[in-house]
Structure formats: C-alpha cells, structure tokens
C-alpha cells in the first residue's frame, strides 16, 4: 500500500507530487491516458507563470512540472481512474486498466474543462487566437478586434476586461438578452468598446494558423454572415471534473469540491482536493500549484497523525477498555 496517490497531471497534480516525493513520501501520480500534462497543453505562450520572464510554451512549462516530480521519485502512470473508494482508512483507485492501487490518502486534482462550440475548429485553433481564458491571454490582443461568446457573468467579466487591450471587443449571443447579473450588463452597456450581436451563434471558426474571423447564424432567421476578427474568447461555462466523486465528497454550490477554509481537507478524512477543481473563481497555473502545495502538505501531516496513532487493534482494545471501565463507574453510581 502506498502513502499518497495523487489523481491529475496538471500544475496541481505535480506541483503535490514535487512536495510530497521530496517527504520522502513515494507518491503515485495517476495522469490520465490521453490528457497528460492538464489544460496548459492546449495552450501556446504562458506569459504569466513566474519564473519565466521571457515566457514559456505551455507544453514544455508542464514537461518541466512533470521532470521536477520525477527527479524526487514520483511514478507516474498514463492510465485514468474510472473508479474510487474513500471511506476508511485504506483508499482504492480503480484504472481504465483494472489495475487496483490502494494508500492512505488521496490527492484528487483533476482540474476543470471549460465548454467548447463543439467546432472542429478549435482543436486547431485553440492557443492561436482562440482562447477560454482573458487573464491569460486578453494581453495578446493589444488594439486588435476580438470577440467573446456567452450571456452569462463570466463573458461580461471577460468582455469588459478585454476592452483593456482591445479596440473593439464583440459579445455574441444567441438570445436577445442576457442572463448575467444586472450590474455586469451594465458595466459592459457602459462600455464603448463593447458591441452585442444578439440572436447569433458562431458556425464555423475561420483561420488556418491563427483565427481570422467567424461565421455567425442568425438564431431566428437563420441567416448567416462572416464577421472578421483577430480573436475568439468563448466564456459559455467551465465544469469541475467531478464526476468520480459525486455522493463521495461534498461539492459546493458552484460544482467544485468542498475543502475547509483555505486547506485543502475535503469531507473524507484522507482525501484532499487541489487546483481547478477546487476553484470556482481565479483557475489560474499558479494558483493550481500553490493549492497543490497545501494539499501535499495538509497530506503530510494526516499521515503523520495517523503513524502516532495506535494500530487499529490497539485501537480496539482501548476503546473496549474505555467502554468496560464507564459500565464500572455505571454500576458503582447505582449501588
Ligand atoms: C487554453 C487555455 C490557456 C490557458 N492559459 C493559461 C495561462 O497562460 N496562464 C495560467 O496561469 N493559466 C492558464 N490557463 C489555466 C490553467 O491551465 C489552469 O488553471 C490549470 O491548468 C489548472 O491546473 P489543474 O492542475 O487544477 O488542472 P488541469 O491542468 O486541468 O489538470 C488536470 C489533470 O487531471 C487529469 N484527469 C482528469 N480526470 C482524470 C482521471 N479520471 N484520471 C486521471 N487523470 C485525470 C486531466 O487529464 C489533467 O491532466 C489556461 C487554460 C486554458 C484552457
């Protein structure tokens, strides 16, 4: 039986493998069969990782991750979990392969996936002017015209945030109002650099290296015209990948795990959650990996806890000692 198992290879995932193999710890890092590396692999420049003043390609950013974790010891298997056992003191993760891997406790850090079109065209795209994120890439579109996707909170937030480097910035949306709070939709009426497109969704995405513009369907007429842009933000939602753990831990109202007050203790003792998928608010690389940090430090010390802790039939024998010598007391209050 192993120590840790750390579920995810993201910044989160690794960042808990760096801490935890160098406490000597062995962890196993469960990295998914197809997904290896997180969301940064889907991304060109990261500019905004410190430590990289010149920037760093998110692939190779992540390949440094994943050697740094190695370089202490972690195992990482290219498998996914399909299957979890929490309770108890011994935790089981089940594989794609069949293979059943048990320890003490469990770094779950399987991140968030943000929806997509469902165009062909963003597999290609994605990191070259297609974009799900305006903190991390709104700085590549200094006075270019660009568009954002979605009628919620977020793609108001995006919007106007985007307007800061952007000349002109599109909000396409596919009814005629919107379902963002009140105080958004104002700020980004307020805006000059912002212009709706209502009743449109995109249809195709243009661009063979970098996008160029998209086409958009008029949902009631269903028209179609081509609209020319540097640049696409789609901000429709991001879903915590949960799915392994519904009726297991405790999630919050936003859909992202439950961990208590700024640790990352989920409500299983020897479960700990980390990165995106604790995360409704900032989902950034860097605050992935410091709540990596925390989850393998939180993990640590409950393995500490639980080697000072006496055997399970220590345990036992006191608790039935504790029980024998209240039934005593009992007997001799009655008497
Ligand atoms: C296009 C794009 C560009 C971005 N650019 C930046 C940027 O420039 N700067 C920045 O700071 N942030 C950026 N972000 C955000 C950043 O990528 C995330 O905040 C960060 O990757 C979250 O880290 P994480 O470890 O929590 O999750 P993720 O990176 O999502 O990693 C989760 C991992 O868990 C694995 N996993 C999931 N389920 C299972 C399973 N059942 N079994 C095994 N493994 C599983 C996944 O395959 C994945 O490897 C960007 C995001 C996107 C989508």
Request: some cysteine.
């Amino acid at each position: 039986m192993r120590d840790i198992i750390i579920i995810g290879s993201g910044p989160a995932g690794f960042t808990a493998a760096i801490y935890a193999a160098r406490a000597e710890l062995k962890p196993l890092l469960i990295a998914s069969s197809v997904e290896i590396g997180g969301e940064l692999m889907n991304t060109t420049e990261v500019e905004n990782y410190p430590g990289f003043p010149e920037g760093i390609m998110g692939p190779d950013l992540m390949a440094k991750f994943q050697a740094q974790a190695e370089r202490f010891g972690t195992e990482v298997v290219y498998d996914d979990v399909v299957e979890l056992e929490l309770d108890g003191p011994v935790k089981r993760v089940k594989l794609g392969s069949g293979e059943v891997h048990e320890a003490s406790a469990i770094i779950y850090a399987t991140g968030s996936a943000y929806r997509k079109l469902g165009l062909p065209e963003e597999e290609i795209l994605s990191g070259h002017g297609l974009s799900w994120c305006a903190t991390c890439d709104g700085f590549f579109f200094r006075q270019k015209t660009i568009a954002v996707v979605g009628g919620g909170d977020s793609a108001m937030e995006e919007a106007t945030f985007l307007t800061r480097f952007a000349d002109k910035v599109y909000v396409i949306h596919r009814r005629d109002s919107l379902k963002a709070s009140k105080i958004m939709q104002q700020r980004a009426f307020d805006n000059e650099k912002i212009e709706f497109i209502w009743n449109a969704e995109v249809t195709q995405i243009h661009g063979t290296e970098q996008v160029s513009g998209v086409t958009l369907r008029d949902t009631v007429t269903g028209e179609l015209r081509a609209l020319d842009l540097d640049g696409l933000f789609v901000a429709i939602g991001n879903d915590p990948r949960t799915h392994l753990v519904h009726g297991k831990l405790e999630l919050t109202r936003e859909g992202t795990i439950h961990v208590e007050g700024r640790s990352s203790r989920t409500s299983v003792p020897g479960v700990f959650a980390a990165g995106d998928v604790i995360d409704p608010f900032y989902r950034q690389a860097v605050t992935a990996a410091g709540t990596g940090t925390v989850a393998a430090l939180d993990a640590e010390h409950y393995l500490a806890a639980l080697a000072e802790a006496p055997s399970p039939e220590i345990a036992e024998i006191e608790a039935e000692a504790i029980e024998e010598a209240a039934a005593v007391e009992n007997f001799a209050r009655t008497r």
